[in-house]
Antibody, heavy 121, light 107 residues
Framework: QITLKESGPTLVKPTQTLTLTCTFSGFSLSTSAVGVGWIRQPPGKALEWLAV???????RYSPSLKSRLTITKDTSKNQVVLTMTNMDPVDTATYYC?????????????WGQGTLVTVSS | DIQMTQSPSSLSASVGDRVTITCRAS??????LNWYQQKPGKAPKLLIY???SLQGGVASRFSGSGSGTDFTLTISSLQPEDFATYYC?????????FGQGTNLEIK
C-alpha cells in the first residue's frame, strides 16, 4: 500500500525559504518508472503543478517558479524535499505531494493529505 | 506551457442525471489526459488516466473519452457522493498543467 505524507512549517514569513518534506512508503524511488511530484492549491483556487523527481536524475520544474524551487530525494529515507525561496503571501496554499504512476503516463495516482502553508508577517 | 480549459466552470445537476464535463488543451496532447475528483478539505483523487482508463476502485459510472485536444468526463447517473470539483490535467509535457476545475453542485 502506497502512502505519502507532507510535513513542514504551517507559517512562514515573507522572504523566508520554505522547506517541505514528503515521506512515503510502499514504493522506492530506486525503482524505474517511479516518481514523486509536488502540487499546490491556494485557498478556493485550482491545482498548480510545481515539480517532479523521477527514479533517475531527471527533475522537472514549473517554468514560472523554476528560479525559486529545488526538489531533491533521499532514497534511503524514502523522502522527497521541496524548497521554495523568497516566499510571498501569494504562495499561501495547501501543498500536496503525490506518487507518479503508470510509467511515462506520469499520473498522480496516490496523493498525500496535503499541508497548509500560510505566508504572513 | 499547455493551457487546459474546462467547461463549464460550475454545473448544477440532480441525483440520477447524466453529466458531461469538457476539457480542451491548447495543443495536441494525444491521450495524456487525466481526471481528478476533489471534495472539500480533501486531496484530489484520480478517476481516469490516459483519457479513458478507469482507475482501480473507481465506480463504473465514470468514463472518459477524447484524444488530441478535446476530452470529456461523463458521469452516467449522478450519485450524492459525486458532488465535488473535477479537474483535468495533461501529462504530455511538463509542466503538467491542470484545468481550472468544474464545481459540480446539487440542484
Amino acid at each position: 500500500q502506497i502512502t505519502l505524507k507532507e510535513s513542514g512549517p504551517t507559517l512562514v514569513k515573507p522572504t523566508q525559504t520554505l522547506t517541505l518534506t514528503c515521506t512515503f512508503s510502499g514504493f522506492s524511488l530506486s525503482t524505474s518508472a517511479v516518481g514523486v511530484g509536488w502540487i499546490r492549491q491556494p485557498p478556493g483556487k485550482a491545482l498548480e503543478w510545481l515539480a517532479v523527481t523521477y527514479w533517475g536524475d531527471d527533475k522537472r520544474y514549473s517554468p514560472s517558479l523554476k528560479s525559486r524551487l529545488t526538489i531533491t530525494k533521499d532514497t534511503s529515507k524514502n523522502q522527497v524535499v521541496l524548497t521554495m525561496t523568497n516566499m510571498d503571501p501569494v504562495d499561501t496554499a495547501t501543498y500536496y505531494c503525490a506518487h507518479l504512476g503508470y510509467g511515462d503516463l506520469s499520473v498522480f495516482d496516490i496523493w498525500g493529505q496535503g499541508t497548509l502553508v500560510t505566508v504572513s508577517s | 506551457d499547455i493551457q487546459m480549459t474546462q467547461s463549464p466552470s460550475s454545473l448544477s445537476a440532480s441525483v440520477g442525471d447524466r453529466v458531461t464535463i469538457t476539457c480542451r488543451a491548447s495543443q495536441s496532447i494525444s491521450s495524456y489526459l487525466n481526471w481528478y475528483q476533489q471534495k472539500p478539505g480533501k486531496a484530489p483523487k484520480l478517476l481516469i488516466y490516459a483519457a479513458s482508463s478507469l482507475q482501480g476502485g473507481v465506480a463504473s459510472r465514470f468514463s472518459g473519452s477524447g484524444s488530441g485536444t478535446d476530452f470529456t468526463l461523463t458521469i452516467s447517473s449522478l450519485q450524492p457522493e459525486d458532488f465535488a470539483t473535477y479537474y483535468c490535467q495533461q501529462s504530455y509535457s511538463t509542466p503538467h498543467t491542470f484545468g481550472q476545475g468544474t464545481n459540480l453542485e446539487i440542484k
